[in-house]
Nanobody
């Protein structure tokens, strides 16, 4: 099974950028559908972006136009480039993977099989 480790979080001022990484081990990330979620204190885990294998990238409403997800199969790593960050983007960001998931379930945390430990993103001046 695959193990996922996120990195790249930190403190950034409003309008700034961060690139999160999700390094996979134990299996090839290409064999999985992969997604990014986030969770702010007191809130439910929210879908940010994902790609179903095979398929195209899908973005949550909060990410459209500002975040870009990509995958480097050679590095076995998935990225989330976040631009024009806002204070409301502050959350713990998680990477998730699933062997089999249907498109209509991509946004549901319960449908994903594997999770990383998360990386904190704080947007504040």
């Amino acid at each position: 099974q695959v193990q996922l480790i996120e990195s790249g979080g930190g403190l950034v001022p409003p309008g700034g950028s961060l690139r999160l990484s999700c390094k996979a081990s134990g299996d090839s990330v290409y064999a999985y559908s992969v997604g990014w979620f986030r969770q702010a204190p007191g809130s439910e885990r929210e879908f940010v972006a994902g790609i179903k294998r095979p398929g195209s990238y899908i973005y949550g409403n909060s990410a459209k136009g500002r975040f870009t997800m990509s995958r480097d199969n050679g590095e076995n790593t998935v990225y989330l480039q976040m631009d024009n960050l806002k204070p409301e983007d502050t959350a713990v960001y998680y990477c998730a993977a699933a062997r089999r998931i249907i498109t209509s379930s991509l946004r549901k945390p319960s449908q994903w099989d594997y999770w990383g430990q998360g990386t904190q993103v704080t947007v504040s001046s």
